[in-house]
Antibody, heavy 122, light 110 residues
Framework: EVQLVESGGGLVQPGGSLRLSCVAS??????????WVWVRQAPGKGLEWVSY????????YYADSVKGRFTVSRDNAKNSLFLQMNSLRAEDTSLYYC?????????????WGQGSLVTVSS | QSVLTQPPSVSAAPGQKVTISCSGS????????VSWYQQFPGKAPKLLIS???KRPSGIPDRFSGSKSGTSATLGITGLQTGDEADYYC???????????FGGGTKLTVL
């Protein structure tokens, strides 16, 4: 069974840091480029893309809203994806999803995690 | 304000057909593949359509996708009350070098 499991969310004060993790299992890794994104969703709002990292880890993109504060990384040996979030703001409060795209051309996110809730509040 | 424009809501009766539009530009929809996602309250999004019009395994053929120029459309036929959800389009924007999603469309099956 394919699974993406996020962890690391929680309540943090403005200016604080959190590190989200996403562990993948059940995939046939050789059949897929394993490109990853983080997507967030504020309460009652739509989907907002946060970051992309390619299968090789050499191509990385960020949304302007998080650039310079968030850092995405991956550990292929552990089938894991990470999002280091620094200088957190109230507007970063969201449910954060990791998702996979087998192709960097089609960018169809076929598997999603259950989400990890990040709340930034004093 | 989303780069991709979707109607906030659509509605139709059970058994009927509905379409959801997604409007963009040459830097996104016009030159990249479009995907569509279905999201139920409290659940993660689910891929419905990839590469403009391809249905992943397990997605009923009641769901279809199309693209023309800088717009894409999701079609749902034979509407069921279980189709009530939020629907999002998504693609890559080559000018901004970002993944973009539409603002989402809430489908109500009356």
């Amino acid at each position: 069974e394919v699974q993406l499991v996020e962890s690391g969310g929680g309540l943090v004060q403005p200016g604080g840091s959190l590190r989200l993790s996403c562990v993948a299992s059940g995939f046939t890794f050789s059949s897929c480029e394993m490109n990853w994104v983080w997507v967030r969703q504020a309460p009652g709002k739509g989907l907002e893309w946060v970051s992309y990292i390619s299968g090789s880890g050499t191509t990385i993109y960020y949304a302007d809203s998080v650039k310079g504060r968030f850092t995405v990384s991956r550990d292929n040996a552990k089938n894991s994806l990470f999002l280091q979030m620094n200088s957190l703001r109230a507007e970063d409060t969201s449910l954060y999803y990791c998702a996979r795209a087998c192709s960097s051309v089609t960018l169809a996110f076929d598997y999603w995690g259950q989400g990890s809730l990040v709340t930034v509040s004093s | 304000q989303s780069v991709l424009t979707q109607p906030p809501s659509v509605s139709a009766a059970p058994g009927q057909k509905v379409t959801i539009s997604c409007s963009g530009s040459s830097s996104n929809i016009g030159n990249n593949y479009v995907s569509w996602y279905q999201q139920f309250p409290g659940k993660a999004p689910k891929l419905l359509i990839s590469e403009n019009n391809k249905r992943p395994s397990g997605i009923p053929d009641r769901f279809s996708g199309s693209k023309s120029g800088t717009s894409a459309t999701l079609g749902i036929t034979g509407l069921q009350t279980g189709d009530e959800a939020d629907y999002y389009c998504g693609t890559w924007d080559r000018s901004l070098s970002v993944v973009v999603f539409g603002g989402g469309t809430k489908l109500t099956v009356l």
